[in-house]
Each structure stands twice: as C-alpha cells, then as structure tokens.
C-alpha cells in the first residue's frame, strides 16, 4: 500500500521521501559532542551572530552515547502502526570538525539500526577536507546522506556582520566540492537579517538556482532571549521590522523563483518557543505553513513558475 503523500503546492521534503522509500522518513537530532572553528578561538571565539549556545542544535538530547540518543529520539519522535524510517542527523555545530577516525565512528554508530536508512550531517562549507570528503562520499555510496551547510545569504556585507567566519567564495566552492561526489547539498538560507531586504533574498536565489543543490530550508530569522544577535538589536536601537504576513509573502516569491526540482526541507525558524524574544509570531510555525499553502493555492501559484532557465 503506498502511504499518503503531502499535497503541496512546492516540493516538500516529507513527500520527497515518502515517494522514495514509501515510509515516513523522521530525522534524528544527533549530538555528536563536536565544537565549531567558529567557536574555539580557531576562527573566532563569539560565533555566528544567531548560534545559540548548544551550537543551533535545539533539539538534541545532550551528550550521551549516540546508541542512548538514537534509542531517546526515536521514543519521542515514532508514531505507533505509521510505517517509519529514520536519518541521522548530526545537528548542533560543525559535525565534519575533528579527528577523521572520530568522525568515522560516530556516523557508522548511527547507522548501526537497520531502520536508519542514512544520515543528515550539519557543517560548515570550510570545513571539508579531501579526507572528510572522501568518508562523506563511501557513506553516500551505501546509504543516502544529506550534507546541510548554513549558507545564510550570499552578501559578504551580511556574512561578516553575523560573524560567519568566511565568505561566499569559499561556501561556493564547498557546495561545489560535495557536488562532484554526488552528494546532496541542502543550503540554509535567513531571511530577516538585519539590514538585508528583498534584492538580497533575490540575489541569494539566484546563486541557488545557478548551483543547484539538492535541497533549501529557509528560516526567518528570530532572537534569543539573552543572545548576542539580541544585544546586537539593543545596542544599535533596531527594530525587527518583519511581520509574518511579510514573511511569508517573500517565502512564496521565493519559492515560485525556485528550481523545481529543489527539495524544500523548511519554510520556519526551528527555536525553542520558550527562548524566542521576538518576533513573536515565529513561535507559531503551523500559521506560517497554513498560510503559506492558502495562498498558493488560492493563487493557483507553485514552486518555480517564476523560475526561468538563465
Ligand atoms: S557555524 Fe554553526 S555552530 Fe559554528 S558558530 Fe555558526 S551557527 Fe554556530
């Protein structure tokens, strides 16, 4: 019997999957106890701007064995009698920074149960040696592997405000590098950073048209209480001044700009409600989606009828 797929008016990842393997594909939040260079003094000591302090990571489940964190994640992400499978997913800081025979270890510890059909992996575009790039390619050869790298916007004005660490040249040729393996890139893309507005968003589409990776999640940026990216809004008297029905206006232009054939992962932010400083309405991810689905059906509008081969 194939299980029922989303009938989105974009490419969504859980359909994607569902098409595939024809199982609910649930992703589990994995803390593989890793740093980011970005973090340890290596690059710089105060990260990006936005990271929060478990390293973007909300939803993993501290830094127990990774047979004791997949055993956890599956209890509270598994429905009973819904035919499921699962992907690791090495979330919170840079999971290819470190010792390559650590590296190896960890991801074949994830992949020990036959129902973790592969693994999501989380890092930085700088941090892909060839010998990282060549365990990434003989586990995409035998298992299906997700490599998402934070992109965030293609500005380098951007980049060095949120305190990236390096710049769009070298995202570029990471991205570039996983793809000549075959292996599938997903880009994070913000938007509502500050200073940034519509041309940026644009701009930052047009490169992931002309790349091309397999897939994009797009968040809207929301603040911490007691972050740096919070301190920043105080300290420069700015005002964050996107509403929802704004966000999701650009999140459809967006999408009807978009390849079709890119898989779409996310269209929310994914804080924990409870640290959310503002906006407020990021909290409530079920009325963005909802509202983002209305209109594009009430429109008649879909992924990529905008999108013109350049
Ligand atoms: S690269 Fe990721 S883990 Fe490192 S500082 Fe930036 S958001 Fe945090």
Known sequence: ?????????????????????????????????????????????????????????????????????????????SKEGRPEAYLGYFQNFTNTYGDLSRLRKLYYEALTDDDIIGLAIATRADCLSDQVLDLLEEINDKYFLIVELGMQSVNDRTLALINRGYDHVTFDSGLKKLKARGIKVLVHMIVGLPFEGYDDYIKTISYINEA??????????YVEEN??????????????????????????????????EIVINRLTGDGINDKIAFPIWSKNKAK????????????????????KEE
């Not at 000591?45 to 993993?60: A, D, H, P, Q």
């Not at 008297?237 to 459809?252: C, H, S």
């Not at 594009?296 to 009828?305: A, E, H, I, S, V």
Request: proline share 3%; charged share 35%.
């Open 212 to 221: 091309a990776p397999w897939g994009i999640k797009i968040h809207n940026l």
């Open 1 to 77: 019997m194939r299980i029922e797929i989303n009938k989105k008016r974009y490419r969504d990842y859980d359909s994607y999957m569902k098409e595939k393997v024809n199982k609910k594909i649930i992703k589990l939040p994995l803390d593989g106890g890793f740093t980011c260079p970005n973090r340890d003094g290596t690059i710089s000591k105060e990260g990006c701007i936005f990271c929060s302090e478990s390293g973007s990571g909300e939803w993993t489940f501290g830094k127990k064995s990774i047979r004791e964190q997949i055993s956890h994640q599956k209890a509270r992400l």
């Open 288 to 307: 963005i989606l909802t509202s983002i689905d209305k209109i594009m059906k009430d429109k008649n509008y879909r992924q990529g009828d905008l999108w």
């Open 227 to 260: 972050s740096k990216l919070e301190k920043f809004y105080q300290e420069n008297k700015l005002t964050y001044g996107m509403d929802m029905d704004e966000y999701v206006k650009i999140v459809i232009e967006i999408l009807r700009k978009l390849r079709p």
